[in-house]
Nanobody, 118 residues
């Protein structure tokens, strides 16, 4: 059974940084797409960033220039470096993976909370 385990969340002041990690139970090369989503209370889930097997990345406009997604296939891990955090970045962050393209995220982690204070 595939498992994705997020870590690295926490509380930080506005302008600060956090790095989220997503450890997969099998080689991340198995996944064509790996992504970070977030969901704040009362809001819809939002795709924040995606990294494809070839290294191409996608970012939501709300995080472009501040967040960086990367993957380490040797360590079976995907990262989300978050800089210049804003209070509106406060949410539960989830890692997700798809084995095929177009991306259909079948595998999800349990989430890690990010809280940014003003």
């Amino acid at each position: 059974q595939v498992q994705l385990v997020e870590s690295g969340g926490g509380s930080v002041a506005a302008g600060g940084s956090l790095r989220l990690s997503c450890a997969a139970s099998r080689n991340t090369l198995s996944y064509i797409c790996m992504a970070w989503f977030r969901q704040a209370p009362g809001k819809e889930r939002e795709r924040v960033a995606t990294i494809y097997d070839g290294g191409t990345t996608y970012y939501a406009d709300s995080v472009k220039g501040r967040f960086t997604i990367s993957r380490d296939n040797r360590e079976y891990t995907v990262y989300l470096q978050m800089n210049g955090l804003k209070p509106e970045d406060t949410a539960m962050y989830y890692c997700a993976a798809s084995e095929a393209f177009p991306c259909v995220y079948r595998y999800w982690g349990q989430g890690t909370q990010v809280t940014v204070s003003s």
